[in-house]
């Protein structure tokens, strides 16, 4: 079997509607499959403004907003008859989940009633999530059910081998392969450093900004980030804050960080150039799986501090292009980021080595992965079809 004969049936709570790190993903992994002549339709909610346009076909998905103040996003609500007819009419051969909501285990359940298999992506540490908006308590509720969601696919995928790892040691599946990221060399690279941008926003030249990259909404630790940049002011370490990227909790981060430069969302070229601009890349996140965000801080020449978590661990050599901390411990935070505000040498060499380690990173090749696995999971389910055929024969 080849990518050709492939039909993917590909399910996502989030495609095109808003940006981030997995809908990029899905999409560039989309286009390599199309390219090399499979068919791929994928199923999503929808919006009338989407945040870009969608590769590939996209079918709608029912859905509503979004509710705790997060309406950005929307919840897709299963699977209708329309959906149901136009999934029979594509006639898949293989299933994707790439988000563990009710219409992916809706999909999963239609799946397995026309005995198709499902592959399982996983971008996010959903259950980390509620330790964000003091629901801790419901943790091991979730990881439970992300549990049950996962252990029901035929097998799943991963973007870092430190996520592997944490899903084979909380029992979600044990057939997981590595689907990593690439990083588009076009758009980051340190040669995209732009001093004149750099002066328009008040930042003399020898100034250190210390980067955050991401949307803005509490899940990716921006009460680390803000917690640690306080006490490197009460250490009196030199320092400019750059936020690049927006969301719900924008005011809130404003107002802990006065003084900080918040240049809005931004992508492609632009953002490119505004990343290479700063100096020094803190992610405290602890919700990545993989961490879009680290490995093109990494192309684009800055050394990263980041939470030595799931992702991270498996992209930061700790050292050698940056640090990795304990999660939350804001006092090593603001120890590990000192030395690169005062010592020009140590960030030059471990930004270079960054950029370097970020070469390894080729999409390609990488989204070959996911292609070489639902052939797998397809031949599998194909010869377990066939024994069961002559079982009933010799019966």
Not at 23 to 46: D, E, F, H, I, W
Not at 111 to 120: I, T
Not at 200 to 206: E, K, R, T
Not at 308 to 325: E, H, M
């Amino acid at each position: 079997m080849q990518t050709s004969d492939l039909r993917i049936a590909l399910f996502s709570g989030n495609y095109n509607y808003t940006r981030d790190g997995a809908n990029q993903a899905l999409n560039r992994l989309v286009g390599s499959l199309l390219g090399k002549g499979a068919n791929v339709r994928v199923y999503s909610p929808t919006v009338a403004e989407p945040a870009f346009e969608p590769t590939g076909d996209l079918v709608s998905l029912p859905s509503v907003g979004f509710p705790f103040g997060r309406g950005e996003y929307r919840f897709p609500t299963g699977l209708n008859g329309r959906i149901k007819r136009d999934l029979l009419k594509f006639k898949p051969n293989v299933v994707h989940l790439s988000s563990p909501d009710v219409a992916s285990h809706a999909a999963l359940k239609w799946a397995q009633e026309y005995d198709l298999p499902v592959l399982g992506s996983v971008h996010t540490r959903f259950e980390t999530y509620p330790r964000y908006y003091k629901m801790a308590f419901l943790e091991p509720v979730v990881i439970r059910m992300l549990r049950r969601f996962y252990n029901r696919c035929d097998a799943l995928v991963a973007p870092s081998q430190s996520m592997i790892e944490e899903l084979l040691e909380m029992d979600m599946h044990n057939d997981i392969s590595l689907w990593s990221r690439g990083v588009d060399r076009t758009i980051f690279s340190s040669e995209k450093r732009d001093l004149e941008w750099r002066r328009s926003l008040g930042l003399a030249d020898d100034d250190v900004a210390v980067v955050f990259l991401g949307r803005l909404v509490m899940e990716k630790g921006l009460d680390v980030f803000a917690e640690t940049i306080v006490q490197l002011r009460k250490r009196q370490v030199p320092h400019k804050v750059l936020v690049i990227g927006d969301g719900p909790a924008r005011e809130w981060f404003e107002g802990i960080l006065p003084g900080g430069i918040f240049v809005g969302f931004k992508t492609g070229a632009d953002l490119g150039q505004a990343l290479a601009s700063g100096d020094v890349f803190f992610n405290p996140s602890i919700t990545e799986t993989f961490g879009n965000v680290t490995l093109e801080a990494m192309a684009s020449g800055l050394p990263v501090i980041a939470a030595g978590a799931t992702g991270a661990s498996s992209i930061v050599n700790d050292g050698v292009t940056g640090r990795l901390v304990p999660p939350g411990d804001i006092a090593a935070y603001a120890e590990a980021i000192a030395p690169y505000c005062t010592d020009p040498a140590l960030r030059m060499s471990h930004g270079n080595a960054g950029e370097a380690r970020s070469r390894e990173y080729g999409w390609e090749a990488i989204n070959q992965v996911v292609a070489d696995t639902y052939i797998r999971l397809i031949e599998d389910r194909r010869a377990l079809q066939k024994a069961d055929e002559a079982r009933a024969a010799a019966a």
